[in-house]
């Protein structure tokens, strides 16, 4: 059974300060997905890594995928009270029967304070 | 482009009914994925789905839950008996491939309450 191990499970802070929200595992994923959901609301796809190393850069917000593919981190510059919400990673898989299935983190819960 | 749709938004069923939850993928989008958001834990894969093909349901309890998605029309969850233990908000994701990335995208949930 593949895990994503997501910390911390809980983050507050000020706005302005940056942040960094881990996810580890110990099985090589094909592909990994950042989400944010809201309350009542649905996870929205932020980002997605493909390639061992990469880096993407959204805004303020920078993902790296881990070279082995296994662990991911998100960065947040600069945080703002509209960033509060949880965050997600969920790898995903290729080949068989589970390709495409996504195993979650179980979450950050970030909140801002102006 | 209409996101993925999910109907209703709130559900409540007396134990021993059923819960019936719908989901219309995004246009174009023939992969359709469940999962179950439980209070305090994260979410979990249920089953997945192509039209008229159950592909994976490693995640769905062998009893009381099923999943369609026909040549027409939304994809269905079925859960007969509804207990307790199957309050939680159940979403569904959609994708259109299955080779290369797998991005998914979410629609709103159903919050399924059991009185």
């Known amino acids: 059974t593949q895990l994503l191990e997501q910390s911390p499970q809980f983050l507050s802070i000020q706005e302005g300060e940056n942040l960094t929200v881990y996810c580890n595992s110990s099985?090589?994923?094909?592909?990994l997905q950042w989400y944010r959901q809201e309350p009542g609301e649905g996870p929205v796809l932020l980002v997605t890594v493909v390639t061992g190393g990469e880096v993407k850069k959204l805004k303020r917000l920078t993902f790296q995928f881990g070279d082995a593919r296994k662990d991911s981190s998100l960065h947040i510059t600069a945080a703002q009270p509209g960033d509060t919400g949880l965050y997600l990673c969920a790898g995903a898989n290729a080949g068989g029967t589970s390709y495409g299935k996504l195993t979650f983190g179980q979450g950050t819960i970030l909140t801002v304070h102006p | 482009n209409a996101g993925v749709m999910q109907n209703p938004r709130h559900l409540v069923r007396r134990r021993g009914q059923e819960a019936r939850l719908r989901c219309s993928p995004m246009k174009g989008h023939s992969h359709v994925y469940w999962y179950r958001q439980l209070p305090e834990e994260g979410l979990k894969f249920m089953v997945y789905?192509?039209?008229?093909?159950?592909?994976?349901e490693s995640g769905m309890p062998k009893e009381r839950f099923s999943a369609e998605f026909p040549k027409e029309g939304p994809s269905i969850l079925r859960i007969q008996q509804v207990v307790r233990g199957d309050s939680a908000a159940y979403f569904c994701?959609?994708?259109?491939?299955?080779?290369?990335?797998?991005?998914?995208?979410f629609g709103p949930g159903t919050r399924l309450t059991v009185t």
């Open positions: 789905l192509q039209k008229e093909n159950i592909i994976d």
């Open positions: 994701a959609s994708s259109p491939r299955t080779s290369g990335f797998y991005e998914q995208y």
């Open positions: 099985s090589v994923f094909s592909s």
